[in-house]
């Protein structure tokens, strides 16, 4: 079993450019995240999916799109990054009751120049 | 709105040393507590958690104690080994038992745990 996996691992994008970060998860969970990780920020939540067909605003939305393609993979956009969107990505998935662990995925690491 | 303070690093210790992270927390309803870890290069995987007043999560020789009165959960651990060196997050939820409630995980700032030899 893999868990989450996200791809790619490393990226560099020049300002104003496009990417679509990949997650996967094998668990058959239905909640699955994107958070990123600044230096003394901690983790942010960007976007959730409480179940497959819906998706909600998370802490800092902006700048981002995501797409829950089905119940195994969630997709986060940028449409046009910027120097403020470089950072490391996590997404991560729980079964979406209380109390429940939630697994992450080892990350991408994002610099936009 | 809720949040997660936690004392930052980095955090350096001689090895077999007494360890303690400090994580206090605010929140509008009754979270769970959790501790998540962090490896070099590596993802967040859960350490322990608690879910109510007065419930201790452990793991790897860690131990945490769920405190409403003092809306504490600070993380111990009686000897610390080189290999505990990571970044440790404490972090809640709010989610309900049916799964309704804000949804994902709020977090601290995290902590740099340097255990040297």
């Known amino acids: 079993n893999a868990g989450v996996t996200q791809t790619p691992k490393f990226q560099v994008l020049k300002t104003g450019q496009s990417m679509t970060l990949q997650c996967a998860q094998d668990m058959n969970h239905n909640s699955m995240y994107w958070y990123r990780q600044d230096p003394g920020m901690g983790l942010r939540l960007i976007y959730y999916?409480?179940?497959?067909?819906?998706?909600d605003k998370g802490e800092v939305p902006n700048g981002y799109n995501v797409s829950r393609l089905n119940k195994r993979e969630f997709s986060l956009r940028l449409e046009s990054a910027a120097p403020s969107q470089t950072s490391v990505y996590f997404c991560?998935?729980?079964?979406?009751?209380?109390?429940?662990?939630?697994?992450f995925g080892q990350g991408t690491r994002l610099t936009v120049v | 709105g809720d949040s997660v303070t936690q004392m930052e690093g980095p955090v350096t210790l001689s090895e077999e040393a007494f360890l303690t992270i400090n994580c206090t927390y605010t929140a509008t309803g009754y979270p769970s507590l959790f501790w998540y870890v962090q490896y070099p290069g590596e993802g967040l995987q859960l350490l322990l958690k608690?879910?109510?007043?007065?419930d201790k999560g452990s793991n790897k020789g860690f131990e945490a104690t769920y405190r409403k009165e003092t809306t504490s959960f600070h993380l111990e651990k009686g000897s610390v080994q080189v290999s505990d060196s990571a970044v440790y997050f404490c972090?809640?939820?709010?989610?309900?038992?049916?799964?309704?409630?804000?949804?994902?995980?709020?977090f601290g700032k995290g902590t740099h745990l340097i255990i040297q030899p």
């Open positions: 991560a998935t729980d079964t979406g009751t209380s109390n429940t662990e939630a697994f």
């Open positions: 972090a809640l939820s709010l989610k309900t038992y049916s799964g309704g409630g804000a949804d994902g995980l709020t």
């Open positions: 608690a879910t109510k007043a007065d």
């Open positions: 999916s409480a179940s497959e067909g819906t998706t």
